[in-house]
């Protein structure tokens, strides 16, 4: 991992993760996920996912916890770091509107953790998205 966040910074995170996957609204599916970003600033924001019974306006904890902190911090934030738990000890790495969304605002050498099927696994977010949607404005 090419980063300066520490295995233990990444372990207060995923707990901050686990902590927020308490709070998910899954009633159709049963499957509570919380996330947790860390800004440059060092704030950590989190999120959980928000079902709805028209599953296609359900909103994963991923992108609640981003859409938390640019509405706190502003379209500037940089993210240095994610971490992903949900309460069913099942695998669940960002999907890929996820990946695709936090494209916009993450650190491409940015540790993401998430529960994978051999346990925890972190990589850097470029090995998760290497080819994601790029818009050059002028």
């Known amino acids: 991992m090419i980063s300066t966040m520490t295995p233990t910074?990444?372990?207060?995170?995923?707990e901050l993760a686990a902590q927020a996957a308490q709070n998910a609204y899954a009633p159709y599916s049963g499957f509570r996920v919380g996330a947790a970003l860390r800004l440059?600033?060092?704030?950590i924001v989190t999120g959980t996912n928000v079902e709805n019974v028209s599953y296609g306006l359900t909103i994963c904890a991923e992108r609640s916890a981003l859409v938390r902190a640019v509405s706190q911090s502003g379209p500037e934030i940089r993210i240095d770091a994610v971490a992903v738990a949900n309460l069913n000890?099942?695998?669940?790495?960002?999907?890929?509107?996820?990946?695709?969304m936090l494209a916009e605002f993450i650190l491409p050498e940015a540790p993401v953790r998430f529960p994978a099927a051999e346990g925890m696994r972190t990589m850097?977010?470029?090995?998760?998205?290497?080819l994601g949607f790029e818009l050059k404005l002028r």
């Open 40 to 43: 440059s600033s060092g704030e």
């Open 124 to 130: 850097a977010f470029r090995e998760m998205l290497p």
């Open 9 to 14: 910074l990444l372990d207060e995170l995923h």
């Open 89 to 100: 000890g099942q695998p669940s790495p960002p999907c890929g509107a996820c990946r695709q």
